[in-house]
């Protein structure tokens, strides 16, 4: 029966109708035809073998600027790699590419900034570096916006590599380009720096450097291992950072700085006395011929005649209520918090360069707990071992961290904002600060063994650059006093010497100052010779440490005062006569002296005392031996001090300076004229070697003083008989 049934179920299977279900497709008949098709389109391009690029500039693989830049979007990095070392290897063959196809390149590497490949990165930085400071400024400017947009765009990445090349990035724009970086994009920039340097301190947090080493810990020495390449990994990262952030605010607020004797400026009360100071500064350096003025100069007188709607019109163009695009401005929902905390007014426009508009009180209390947890950080992995100090990494954070501070405080003090602070805000602000760089100072006093030139020079640059910031937390307490006991005449002279460092830690003050002293060369009670610290300075050393020097000398009490003058009249004594520290001692003490007699002088040091005098006056009785030991090796020191001397002697008895000092310094220039002597005969000084401009100005200095004497007049006629001058 079960087999009958199948075999006649079998049977009408083929006349069973089948149920359609929901979801699936409808069976197919069994003899249906499948008559679809499909094309695909063959793509011959032309082949760069066979086409004409005789009259284009090629690469070695025959590649033309625009193959290149098309090459620069592909998906492959090795193409996008290639193709940007295909347009450094154009742009240094054909130099002139650059300038013509400007936007076409910028255009195409823009989205590179943000490239996933870290080599193609690394390519875009080495060809911006190397082809974008051969662009003329005035070409760059227009495409400038785009490019720091498109930085600050990077910088702001999702991963950190990105962002740390956009930094370096970041770093061109400021060097080519610093003034419009910081005047269009200050706001945003600071912002963008700010998250930059949370982000890293929340990276920097206990229990996340081993596992972002990628190395499996497995017992204590691999743990070892794996916190020392975090370490070094955090430092190298954040020491880029902090460099970037440094210079970028360098380039804002230490404008002024750039001049000649900057730190003298903030001792004149008015911008056209530091104009007038800067210029007389100048001539002391220059020849007489630059110093006459050409009244043949034909001057342009252009007259206007305005509108008679324009005194009802211009009102209103300065506060215009249209809507702009702001494409290029640091503005936007996204940065208005971080705009508004940096932005003490509306204006947004910093053309005149000064520090005030930068609110640099409000970046001291931002970017001041990053620096002073990172050093905290650091600074016992490098001073506290006994061995000798190499020039690692850690090292140069430290040393980045006091530039980056120095760099602040000097924008604090030296500008106008330092009247708005109070004492228990500085005290708050620098005085805990330099408690925390105190505790290792010296740095590497206390180590053994020797660690490198360069690792020396980093060390003494970061002592100096501690010292500085003592002048300075003691000028800013300085200030503040004058502030609220605002007195004039002998009573203000009194206070002055009174109030140097009050508030201030003593022993601190005393233990930075000593150090200041000892690296001059102080004498001390068994011998009157230089240390061995002062021998090893260099040039660079003692101009990093005239700031310093300036501001013990203005903030601290009368007996301190006097104690760094006179050490530093001894240093200059001692040093080489041709060695370039005697050229910059000599411009600080001429700078000193010329800035005594301005009216707007308003520092607390003085030279009008007896003390004062001596040490000055017998300092100008050495200069025409200096004058005579020189001869013509070094024309440039030689024109300062006949300057000073000139200037001296204009002023006769009026200053400091008194007769009997005068007629002396006269006298002992008859050797820089002639001289006979009886075992040598006649022999004659290097005052007929000189150029004209400096044996005019020896003149000049004779005619002031006119002494009469007849050494002078004998030793002049030799020199005229020699050789034919204007007497």
């Given at each position: 029966m079960p087999n009958a049934r199948k075999k006649k179920a079998a049977k009408n299977e083929d006349f069973k109708k089948k149920k359609l279900k929901i979801g699936k497709k409808k069976a197919l008949p069994d003899n249906f035809t499948d008559t679809s098709?499909?094309?695909?389109?063959?793509?011959?391009?032309?082949?760069?073998?066979?086409?004409?690029?005789?009259?284009?500039?090629?690469?070695?693989?025959?590649?033309?600027?625009?193959?290149?830049?098309?090459q620069v979007k592909h998906y492959s990095p090795g193409v996008r790699k290639d193709a940007i070392l295909g347009l450094q290897e154009l742009c240094a063959t054909h130099p002139g590419t650059l300038n013509v196809s400007l936007g076409i390149v910028v255009n195409g590497i823009l989205k590179?900034?943000?490239?996933?490949?870290?080599?193609?990165?690394?390519?875009?930085?080495?060809?911006?570096q190397e082809s974008m400071p051969t662009i003329d400024k005035v070409n760059l400017a227009p495409f400038l916006p785009?490019?720091?947009?498109?930085?600050?765009?990077?910088?702001?990445?999702?991963?950190?590599?990105?962002?740390?090349?956009?930094?370096?990035?970041?770093?061109?724009?400021?060097?080519?380009?610093?003034?419009?970086?910081?005047?269009?994009?200050?706001?945003?920039?600071?912002?963008?720096?700010?998250?930059?340097?949370?982000?890293?301190?929340?990276?920097?947090?206990?229990?996340?450097?081993?596992t972002n080493t990628g190395t499996k810990i497995t017992n204590i020495g691999s743990a070892k291992v794996a916190a020392a390449k975090?370490?070094?990994?955090?430092?190298?990262?954040?020491?880029?950072?902090?460099?970037?952030?440094?210079?970028?605010?360098?380039?804002?607020?230490?404008?002024?700085?750039?001049?000649?004797?900057?730190?003298?400026?903030?001792?004149?009360?008015?911008?056209?006395?530091?104009?007038?100071?800067?210029?007389?500064?100048?001539?002391?350096?220059?020849?007489?011929?630059?110093?006459?003025?050409?009244?043949?100069?034909?001057?342009?007188?252009?007259?206007?005649?305005?509108?008679?709607?324009?005194?009802?019109?211009?009102?209103?163009?300065?506060?215009?209520?249209?809507?702009?695009?702001?494409?290029?401005?640091?503005s936007g929902p996204k940065n208005q918090e971080i705009n508004q905390s940096f932005s003490s007014s509306s204006a947004t426009s910093k053309t005149n360069g000064a520090t005030d508009d930068f609110n640099v009180q409000k970046l001291i209390e931002t970017f001041q707990p990053v620096l002073v947890s990172t050093w905290l950080e650091t600074a016992p992995s490098v001073f506290s071992a006994t061995n000798s100090i190499t020039l690692t990494s850690a090292l140069e954070l430290l040393q980045v961290i006091l530039k980056l501070t120095l760099i602040l405080w000097r924008a604090l003090v030296s500008g106008d904002e330092i009247h708005q602070v109070d004492s228990v805000w500085i005290e708050k602000n620098c005085y805990q600060l330099l408690k925390h760089f105190a505790v290792y100072f010296p740095y590497?006093?206390?180590?053994?063994?020797?660690?490198?030139?360069?690792?020396?020079?980093?060390?003494?640059?970061?002592?100096?650059?501690?010292?500085?910031l003592t002048s300075l937390l003691l000028l800013a307490k300085t200030t503040y006093i004058q502030k609220q006991q605002p007195v004039t005449g002998q009573k203000r002279r009194r206070q002055q010497q009174n109030n140097g460092s009050e508030g201030i830690n003593a022993e601190l003050t005393e233990k930075i100052v000593d150090h200041v002293l000892s690296v001059l060369g102080s004498q001390d009670k068994n011998g009157g010779k230089m240390t061995s610290i002062s021998a090893n300075f260099k040039e660079n050393d003692l101009n990093t440490l005239l700031p310093a020097v300036w501001g013990f000398m203005n903030s601290l009490d009368s007996e301190y005062q006097f104690e760094i003058f006179k050490t530093f009249i001894n240093y200059y004594h001692?040093?080489?006569?041709?060695?370039?520290?005697?050229?910059?001692?000599?411009?600080?003490?001429?700078?000193?002296?010329?800035?005594?007699s301005n009216p707007s002088y308003n520092g607390r040091f003085h030279l009008d005392t007896p003390e004062y005098e001596n040490l000055v006056q017998g300092w100008f009785r050495t200069l025409p031996k200096t004058l005579w030991q020189l001869k013509t090796n070094h024309i440039g020191t030689t024109r300062i001090i006949v300057n000073i001397m000139c200037e001296i002697a204009k002023r006769d008895t009026k200053d400091i300076f008194n007769k009997e000092s005068l007629l002396a310094t006269e006298m002992a220039m008859v050797p820089f004229f002639h001289v006979h002597l009886a075992s040598k005969g006649s022999l004659f000084g290097p005052f007929i070697s000189l150029p004209k401009d400096i044996q005019d100005r020896v003149l000049e200095f004779l005619y002031y003083v006119d002494s009469g004497s007849e050494k002078i007049a004998?030793?002049?006629?030799?020199?005229?008989?020699?050789?034919?001058i204007s007497v």
């Open positions: 098709f499909r094309s695909k389109s063959i793509s011959l391009p032309n082949q760069s073998i066979t086409e004409d690029k005789s009259k284009q500039v090629t690469t070695r693989r025959n590649l033309t600027l625009t193959d290149l830049v098309t590179l900034f943000v490239d996933d490949d870290r080599e193609v990165r690394k390519a875009l930085l080495s060809f911006l785009l490019l720091v947009m498109y930085t600050c765009s990077a910088m702001s990445h999702i991963f950190e590599d990105v962002r740390l090349d956009a930094v370096k990035l970041m770093d061109l724009w400021v060097n080519l380009a610093s003034a419009a970086v910081v005047d269009k994009f200050w706001n945003k920039i600071v912002g963008i720096y700010t998250s930059l340097l949370m982000v890293n301190s929340a990276n920097a947090s206990p229990g996340t450097g081993a975090s370490h070094l990994h955090l430092h190298k990262s954040k020491l880029g950072l902090l460099s970037s952030l440094s210079r970028f605010l360098e380039a804002g607020l230490s404008r002024n700085r750039r001049e000649h004797m900057w730190f003298l400026l903030g001792s004149l009360d008015n911008k056209r006395a530091r104009e007038t100071f800067k210029k007389q500064l100048q001539r002391l350096k220059s020849s007489r011929d630059s110093n006459v003025i050409n009244c043949q100069t034909p001057f342009k007188i252009s007259c206007y005649l305005t509108h008679p709607a324009a005194d009802s019109t211009i009102p209103y163009l300065s506060s215009s209520n249209l809507q702009t695009l702001n494409l290029f401005e640091s590497g006093a206390d180590t053994l063994g020797d660690g490198g030139a360069k690792a020396d020079a980093v060390l003494r640059e970061m002592n100096i650059a501690t010292c500085e001692q040093c080489n006569v041709n060695s370039s520290l005697k050229r910059i001692a000599l411009e600080f003490l001429s700078s000193v002296y010329l800035i005594q004998k030793a002049l006629s030799e020199c005229k008989i020699r050789q034919e």
